[in-house]
């Protein structure tokens, strides 16, 4: 199996080398060019690991790493001339699994991409049968976070994964609105009344993505249930 590797950095001539030795041992890379498209790029690309700079245009390396953390947990490295530990901190806190200061050898940042793919998906990966929770031709992956209906793959968020997981796992019963309080949030008296409707809105905007409205039905006083119309 061959896997993917994402390069998000903005210096064109590091970004190339890297892709060039990188490929060398048979990984398939992809290195940014447009930075506004980070997110897009990785939902698309799907990468198995993420080689990431901290000075980027626009927004910086750990506002990009806490974008993905959203998304995946998959192994993310900093590669970065900032060297200072503070940075390193900054960039462990936001969810690296590594980091590497410039200037670097080659083969000490492809020993630890190796180090990484081994240690997630090789031979000292957990060996765990993944979960699936389908209803209906409807599967959702929780430790992917990818949701999959007819072909159609879509990445969701923590918070929404959680919301998908207890509306199936209840299905066709209604899910009270503090049920879901407590699996989302640790300490819900600081959660606004707001937060969770806002949530609820936005697992309706996935579903819509896949083609099904009203997936998601108010039960009013009470909380919700899955509308199964697809």
Not at 117 to 127: A, D, L, Q, T
Request: charged residues 30%.
């Amino acid at each position: 199996m061959s896997h993917k590797i994402y390069i998000v950095e903005d210096d064109i001539s590091i970004s190339t080398l890297l892709k060039d030795y990188i490929e060398k041992y048979g990984f398939e890379v992809v290195v940014e060019e447009n930075f506004d498209n980070i997110i897009t790029t990785f939902v698309n690309f799907k990468p198995d690991l993420v080689l990431l700079d901290v000075n980027l245009p626009k927004f910086d390396g750990f506002y990009w790493c806490r974008c993905i953390r959203q998304q995946s947990n998959i192994p993310i490295i900093f590669v970065s001339a900032r060297d200072s530990n503070l940075d390193q901190i900054r960039a462990l806190e936001s969810g690296a699994d590594d980091y590497i200061t410039k200037p670097f050898y080659y083969d000490v940042v492809m020993a630890k991409i190796k180090s990484q793919i081994r240690r997630v998906y090789g031979e000292y990966s957990p060996k765990i049968d993944e979960r699936i929770l389908e209803l209906d031709g409807l599967k959702f992956y929780p430790e992917r976070l990818e949701i999959e209906l007819e072909n159609k793959t879509l990445v969701i968020t923590k918070k929404e994964g959680i919301l998908l997981e207890c509306l199936i796992k209840k299905y066709p019963k209604v899910v009270s609105r503090d049920y879901l309080l407590e699996k989302i949030w640790d300490d819900i008296e600081f959660v606004e009344e707001n937060t969770l409707n806002v949530n609820v809105r936005r697992i309706r905007k996935r579903f819509e993505e896949l083609g099904i409205n009203d997936a998601v039905q108010t039960v009013r006083g009470v909380g919700y249930k899955l509308n199964k119309n697809w």
